[in-house]
Antibody, heavy 121, light 107 residues
Framework: QVQLQQSGPGLVKPSQTLSLTCAIS??????????WTWIRQSPSRGLEWLGR?????????DYAVSVKSRITINPDTSKNQFSLQLRSVTPEDTAVYYC???????????WGQGTLVTVSS | DIQMTQSPSSLSASVGDRVTITCRAS??????LNWYQQKPGKAPKLLIY???SLQSGVPSRFSGSGSGTDFTLTISSLQPEDFAIYYC?????????FGQGTKLEIK
């Protein structure tokens, strides 16, 4: 059974960097069939796919254009986890952030518990 | 980006009713369409993938159909635990996008 455990601060100041980590159990971040993905949810934007990292003989990543200049998703093979960094945040980045496993590159079958991140001074 | 539009936005129904939710894509997405259920304070849960495949452990009263631009999620006989918000999501091309949700409420 795959489990995803999120960690990270719930409050970030404007212009700073939002950092979250997702620890994986029951699967490997280096899996050749999964894509490790971050999704956020807010009342104004609904569910929004942010980006993913995945391994297919080498590492790949891709990101939503809306955040591409500010986002990095990194795998950490030594700890079997992956992380999200979102730079230069504004109050519009306030949302519940979820880490997920994408099965193949297609659908999200396991989700973390969600982290409410508020951007406020 | 591919836009996903669900209808209705909300729906009132009774236990035992048959319910259908519709999702329309702004362009053809073949069968790259997934359905999720979300309850308050919880992460979305995968119900249906690839338009019509039932995720392991999901009750058989849930079913999906469609291809191209038009898709449906059907619950054959509503149970009390089915009252939730339902989302469709396309996985045809990135950025993967979700519908705005359909809130299923008890009548």
């Amino acid at each position: 059974q795959v489990q995803l455990q999120q960690s990270g601060p719930g409050l970030v100041k404007p212009s700073q960097t939002l950092s979250l980590t997702c620890a994986i159990s029951g699967d490997s971040v280096s899996s050749n069939s999964a894509a490790w993905t971050w999704i956020r949810q807010s009342p104004s934007r609904g569910l929004e796919w942010l980006g993913r990292t995945y391994y297919r003989s080498k590492w790949y990543d891709d990101y939503a254009v809306s955040v591409k200049s500010r986002i990095t998703i990194n795998p950490d093979t030594s700890k079997n986890q992956f992380s999200l960094q979102l730079r230069s945040v504004t109050p519009e980045d306030t949302a519940v952030y979820y880490c997920t496993r994408g099965e193949g590159l297609w659908y999200f079958d396991y989700w973390g518990q969600g982290t409410l991140v508020t951007v406020s001074s | 980006d591919i836009q996903m539009t669900q209808s209705p936005s909300s729906l009132s129904a009774s236990v035992g009713d048959r319910v259908t939710i519709t999702c329309r894509a702004s362009q053809s997405i073949s069968k790259y369409l997934n359905w999720y259920q979300q309850k308050p304070g919880k992460a979305p849960k995968l119900l249906i993938y690839s338009a019509s495949s039932l995720q392991s452990g999901v009750p058989s009263r849930f079913s999906g159909s469609g291809s191209g631009t038009d898709f449906t999620l059907t619950i054959s006989s509503l149970q009390p635990e089915d009252f939730a918000i339902y989302y469709c999501q396309q996985s045809y091309s990135t950025p993967y996008t979700f519908g705005q949700g359909t809130k299923l409420e008890i009548k």
